[in-house]
C-alpha cells in the first residue's frame, strides 16, 4: 500500500473515533424520575422552582448553591451544585443541568442557563407599532 493510502485510512478511522466519543455528549433529556434510576451522568432539563429561594451565600462558601427545580414533567426536585452560581442565573427562563442522585439531592455537575432576550422588549414594542 502506498503511502497516502495508509495515512487516508489512518484518518477516516480517527474521524469515526472522534464522532463515536461525541455522540454519547449529544444524549437525551431526562426528567428527575429517570435520572434518579440512571448509573451514570444524565441531563435534566426545565425551569427554577418560583416555590423554593435559591439558597447562596458567596461570603460562606463561593463554591457552593442549591435551587429547586421544576423537570419538562412538572416535578420538583432539589439541585445542588458545587460551583459558583452563573451570572443572572435567577433569570433564567431554562436550565439544563448535568449530574446524577445521591439520596434525594440532583447533584450537578455542570449548569447551562437560558436567559432571556435583552431585545424582547423592544421586539414587542417593534411589532406593535406595525
Known amino acids: 500500500m502506498k503511502r497516502n493510502h495508509i495515512l ?3 484518518m477516516l478511522v480517527a474521524a469515526i473515533v472522534i464522532f463515536v466519543n461525541a455522540s454519547g455528549d449529544i444524549g437525551t433529556y431526562y426528567t428527575f424520575e429517570m435520572a434518579n434510576k440512571a ?3 444524565v441531563k435534566v432539563n426545565g425551569t427554577l ?3 423554593y429561594e435559591i439558597k447562596y451565600d458567596p461570603a460562606e462558601n463561593a463554591n457552593f448553591f442549591s435551587f429547586h ?3 419538562s414533567k412538572g ?4 439541585v445542588i451544585m458545587t460551583a459558583a452560581m452563573p ?5 433564567s427562563e431554562e436550565v439544563v ?12 455537575t455542570e449548569i447551562l442557563t437560558k436567559c432571556p432576550s435583552k ?6 414594542y417593534i411589532r406593535s407599532e406595525s
Not at 75 to 78: D, L
Not at 87 to 91: I, K, V
Open 8 to 10: 487516508a485510512m489512518l
Open 39 to 41: 448509573t451514570s451522568a
Open 49 to 51: 422552582d418560583p416555590e
Open 69 to 71: 427545580m421544576l423537570d
Open 75 to 78: 416535578n420538583s426536585n432539589k
Open 87 to 91: 451570572q443572572d442565573f435567577e433569570r
Open 97 to 108: 443541568v448535568t449530574g446524577n442522585f445521591k439520596d434525594d439531592t440532583f447533584i450537578a
Open 119 to 124: 431585545y424582547k422588549d423592544e421586539e414587542l
